[in-house]
């Protein structure tokens, strides 16, 4: 598609595969990168691409107005791209593309809005998987352009499922790239009532286990196995005034034999 152009909002690995992935194939739409300047190989990207210095901008602070003002120096680009920024946007900023603002999100919405998405749909045993968004002053909650279910099982932890998760948003982006340049996708609204949303603090409300309450073991292994995500720590507990965290590991086996 002639003259399409993208603002991509890079951070972590995740934006950096999304860069590499777009100065391979689509070199000629990226108008403008910005990043928060925290994650050096995204910065070696960008010098090794001898990607011009005014069509970058380091975001240090959640601060709207000179992000704004950068953008505004380029006429708006078809789309703002979020691959894995960690700060909200406002609407001056959400309104400046053509078209929208597209963001990762780690989940398959609506399910695990908002934060923790690894542990949460562990504890809920809810589906799995990865979305790309339309960005809307709520939070996590606009229109779904492209989603990929994710297979879970028991092997599965809070670290395993972040590392299927941040893989996935890539390997997602990447196979829908081209129908966002051609305009070959449906935006789906998301099921109003569906799904769930989560606050960051409410992981640790439910991350201590008590020593004297009862537990369905579905429920134990489950929240066990969703705060084993190592250096992070585990769920907690306390006995005779001292405090301890706990992780798990549990993997496949065959059947036990049994005897007559």
Same mark, same amino acid.
């Given at each position: 598609?002639?003259?399409?152009?993208?603002?991509?909002?890079?951070?972590?690995?995740?934006?950096?595969?999304?860069?590499?992935?777009?100065?391979?194939?689509?070199?000629?739409?990226?108008?403008?990168?910005?990043?928060?300047?925290?994650?050096?190989?995204?910065?070696?990207?960008?010098?090794?691409?001898?990607?011009?210095?005014?069509?970058?901008?380091?975001?240090?602070?959640?601060?709207?107005?000179?992000?704004?003002?950068?953008?505004?120096?380029?006429?708006?680009?078809?789309? /703002?791209?979020?691959?894995?920024?960690?700060?909200?946007?406002?609407?001056?900023?959400?309104?400046?593309?053509?078209?929208?603002?597209?963001?990762?999100?780690?989940?398959?919405?609506?399910?695990?809005?908002?934060?923790?998405?690894?542990?949460?749909?562990?504890?809920?045993?809810?589906?799995?998987?990865?979305?790309?968004?339309?960005?809307?002053?709520? /939070?996590?909650?606009?229109?779904?352009?492209?989603?990929?279910? /994710?297979?879970?099982?028991?092997?599965?932890?809070?670290?395993?499922?972040?590392?299927?998760?941040?893989?996935?948003?890539?390997?997602?982006?990447?196979?829908?790239?081209?129908?966002?340049?051609?305009?070959?996708?449906?935006?789906?609204?998301?099921?109003?009532?569906?799904?769930?949303?989560?606050?960051?603090?409410?992981?640790?409300?439910?991350?201590?286990?008590?020593?004297?309450?009862?537990?369905?073991?579905?429920?134990?292994?489950?929240?066990?196995?969703?705060?084993?995500?190592?250096?992070?720590?585990? /769920?907690?507990?306390?006995?005779?005034?001292?405090?301890?965290?706990?992780?798990?590991?549990?993997?496949?086996?065959?059947?036990?034999?049994?005897?007559?």
């Amino acid at each position: 598609m002639a003259d399409f152009r993208v603002s991509v909002f890079a951070d972590q690995q995740v934006g950096l595969q999304t860069l590499e992935f777009l100065f391979q194939l689509f070199p000629q739409d990226l108008l403008s990168v910005i990043t928060t300047g925290n994650y050096t190989p995204i910065e070696k990207l960008l010098n090794d691409q001898q990607f011009p210095e005014n069509k970058r901008f380091v975001a240090k602070t959640k601060a709207q107005k000179p992000l704004l003002d950068f953008l505004k120096q380029n006429s708006p680009p078809d789309w /703002i791209i979020l691959a894995w920024w960690p700060f909200l946007i406002k609407k001056e900023t959400i309104a400046w593309p053509k078209q929208a603002c597209m963001n990762f999100h780690p989940s398959l919405l609506p399910h695990n809005r908002g934060k923790h998405y690894n542990f949460w749909t562990l504890v809920e045993d809810s589906p799995f998987g990865v979305s790309l968004h339309k960005v809307t002053e709520g /939070i996590d909650d606009g229109d779904i352009l492209f989603q990929k279910p /994710i297979e879970k099982d028991w092997t599965d932890t809070g670290a395993s499922l972040y590392h299927k998760a941040q893989s996935s948003m890539v390997e997602l982006f990447k196979a829908s790239y081209p129908k966002l340049r051609k305009g070959e996708f449906l935006a789906k609204p998301q099921p109003t009532g569906e799904g769930s949303f989560r606050w960051a603090y409410e992981m640790e409300k439910h991350s201590t286990i008590d020593l004297e309450e009862s537990y369905k073991a579905r429920d134990f292994l489950n929240l066990l196995r969703a705060r084993t995500f190592d250096p992070h720590p585990g /769920i907690r507990f306390q006995d005779q005034g001292k405090w301890y965290f706990v992780r798990v590991s549990i993997e496949p086996t065959e059947p036990p034999e049994h005897n007559p």
